[in-house]
């Protein structure tokens, strides 16, 4: 077994490059691999503002397009969920671009290394970290730091 990533755009003639794609794709197997998730399945959809503010109103009730979406299936009560090859179904990443060239702005650094960073915040998400309280936050920011610094990608 091995780990499974789809990776699509909506809509489909959103602009993505392959270093896109592969960012996204040593990310997830990055985050796999640090956290013993290398048997999982993973979706995650490239995006624009408009469809991801969408979905932030429909899903979380915040009426503004956002940078990452999160829908981990193993949150649930539910039993754990199987996919193709016994693998266990993480859930789903939503991703808008827009937000990514905006944000790699704003901080100053590439869109590369924040496709990447967004890519490795919801993966956290995925597998149950989360940042509502300050000691959550806190443990969030160095785990993400850590995976940040596997990939090579300091800030």
């Not at 299936?73 to 671009?97: H, M, R």
């Not at 496709?115 to 940042?131: E, N, P, R």
Request: proline content about 3%; charged content about 30%.
């Amino acid at each position: 077994m091995r780990m499974e990533i789809e990776i699509r755009q909506e809509p489909e003639e959103l602009a993505v490059s392959a270093e896109d794609m592969e960012a996204v794709r040593r990310a997830v197997l990055t985050v796999g691999r640090l956290y013993g998730a290398e048997n999982a399945e993973v979706s995650v959809t490239l995006t624009d503002d408009a469809h991801i503010h969408v979905l932030n109103r429909e899903y979380r009730h915040v009426d503004r397009p956002t940078d990452v979406l999160s829908f981990a299936l193993t949150e649930s009560e539910e039993p754990e969920i199987v996919g193709a090859e016994g693998n266990e179904v993480l859930g789903d990443l939503v991703i808008s671009l827009e937000r990514v060239q905006a944000q790699a702005e704003e901080y100053g650094h590439s869109p590369l290394r924040e496709l990447s960073f967004l890519t490795v915040h919801g993966m956290l998400h995925l597998l149950g970290y989360d940042h509502m309280e300050e000691a959550e936050r806190i443990e969030m920011e160095v785990e993400q730091r850590h995976v940040m610094e596997e990939l090579g990608i300091a800030r």
